[in-house]
Each structure stands twice: as structure tokens, then as C-alpha cells.
């Protein structure tokens, strides 16, 4: 195999991992899937196998990675000290390092990971989202066009309601009876689609 740009400080800890199954206990995506390879231990084997040349670093196996939900649990939980997140991170960087991604891909990367760029992107799409929407509504003949069929279900267009989440509730706030601190990662979905969800 090449020389690993970004997987490589991170063989040390492979070796840690012993399959003992404590992820498996704790993976929110094994327990929908029942896939083995949905779990940490399955995912640490497949990049291991792919670090050491005896599988390839295909999109079916990126796509295995991309499952992980990085909710931690499997890393808190490892009697060994393995953190799998940052190793599944570092496999996907690795992954795309040696592919190149769609187009369409590339040119949405390259506009979210500004803030600038962000916000242009969620001013056109809800544009876009808005005039597909008043084009192709839901149950039209036209709207069979579009390509949103999964297994015979079609998708709707999310609605990208007006304003941030961010921006409606406060950086920091304390509630009454104080037991703890949580920090909440809202994503670009509950900042710009689902703010019920977020509120």
C-alpha cells in the first residue's frame, strides 16, 4: 500500500483493539443493523485489513465507515483506550485523499467549510428548495420527475424555514434547577430545516 497521509500515527492503537465486543454493546447503528461491520471493532478490522493491502479502500468500503454516527460510546466504553471515532475519521480523510469526490460534492465542501460559503449555500438552496417545491408539488404528474424514488417511497423536499436556530435561542443558558452541562451540536439540518426539533 502507499504511504498513509493521515492513518498512519494511528496503527499503534489498532493494535490495541482485541474484537472483545464492549463496542458492540454500546453502537446505536450495529443495534438498527445487526451488521457486524457496523460496529467499531468491524470497522477498526476493515481499516486494518486496508492499511495492511488485503482489502481496497473502495466506496463500498467507505461506506461502511460512514455509518459511524461519532456518538463516542464505543470509545468511552473500550477497556483498551482505543478511540475508533478518530480512527474512522482519519480512514475517511484517507479514503478521499486517494478519490476524488462527484462535483457536486466538491463544490459543496468547498462552500460550507467557510462561514461565508455556508451561508450562501442555505440562501440558494432555500431558493432552489423553494421554487422546486412550487413547481413540482407533492402529488403533481411533474413531480414524478423528479429523482427522489427510493425503494418505490418518495421523498419529499424539506421545507428550509426563514432564519437561524443559532441565531433565535441564546449561546448559553442556565436553566432553573441545574443538574449538569450539555453542549448541543445543532448541524446544518436543525439550524435550517428542523428548528422544532432543535427548540
Request: aromatic share 8%; net charge positive; hydrophobic share 35%.
Amino acid at each position: 500500500m502507499t504511504e498513509l497521509k493521515y492513518l498512519g500515527k494511528y496503527k499503534p492503537q489498532l493494535e490495541k483493539c482485541v474484537s472483545c465486543g464492549q463496542c458492540q454493546a454500546t453502537c446505536p447503528t450495529y443495534r438498527i443493523s445487526g451488521d457486524e461491520g457496523m460496529v467499531a471493532r468491524g470497522k477498526l478490522n476493515l481499516i486494518d485489513a486496508a492499511i495492511k493491502g488485503e482489502v481496497q479502500m473502495t466506496p463500498r468500503w467507505q461506506e461502511k465507515l460512514s455509518h459511524c454516527t461519532a456518538c463516542l460510546a464505543c470509545g468511552t466504553n473500550c477497556p483498551n483506550g482505543v478511540n475508533p471515532s478518530d480512527i474512522i475519521a482519519a480512514a475517511k480523510a484517507e479514503f478521499f485523499s486517494r478519490n476524488k469526490r462527484d462535483f457536486l460534492s466538491s463544490v459543496v465542501l468547498k462552500m460550507v467549510s467557510s462561514e461565508t460559503g455556508r451561508n450562501l449555500f442555505f440562501k440558494l438552496s432555500s431558493i432552489g428548495l423553494k421554487v422546486t417545491n412550487l413547481l413540482f408539488p407533492d402529488g403533481s404528474p411533474q413531480a414524478k420527475l423528479l429523482p427522489f424514488n427510493i425503494n418505490g417511497i418518495k421523498r419529499l423536499l424539506p421545507e428550509m424555514n426563514k432564519g437561524h436556530f443559532k441565531l433565535d435561542v441564546p449561546e448559553k443558558f442556565t436553566p432553573e434547577h441545574k443538574k449538569g452541562e450539555a453542549l448541543f451540536f445543532t448541524g446544518c439540518m436543525v439550524d435550517h430545516v428542523f428548528q422544532e426539533v432543535g427548540q
